[in-house]
Nanobody
């Protein structure tokens, strides 16, 4: 499994960005796909996950501002980030939740994911 992320950049607070992550090497319509992020000096944290069942989960800090979508035909997941805040500044990593799919309580922990993209930097100036 390989993941290729893109779309990061430098924006001002209140602006928007869209991240993309394209996967290869598997049947991704049956996999969960999503994003974590890591700010300087902080642990990697959960952002959002689109589960293969169709359910999407978000971190409380991004609910209402970020939207995760996926195109299974393209093996791609998108993270639309609106109303960006300075505290959203981080390296964003896409992940794949390969079978057996994680139970709900497990999806929030980075240690449970085996496949990671290379990371894309998002910087929000205040």
């Amino acid at each position: 499994v390989q993941l290729q992320a893109s779309g990061g950049g430098l924006v001002q607070a209140g602006e928007s960005l869209r991240l993309s992550c394209t996967a290869s090497g598997g049947t991704f319509s049956r996999y969960g796909m999503g994003w974590f992020r890591q700010a300087p000096g902080k642990e990697r944290e959960f952002v959002a996950l689109s589960r293969w069942t169709g359910q999407t989960n978000y971190a409380d800090s991004v609910k209402g501002r970020f939207t995760l979508s996926r195109d299974n035909a393209k093996n791609t997941v998108y993270l639309q980030m609106n109303s960006l805040k300075h505290e959203d500044t981080a390296i964003y990593y896409c992940v794949v939740d390969t079978p057996p799919a994680k139970i709900q309580s497990e999806i929030y922990f980075a240690r449970g994911y085996d496949y990671w993209g290379q990371g894309t930097q998002v910087t929000v100036s205040s």
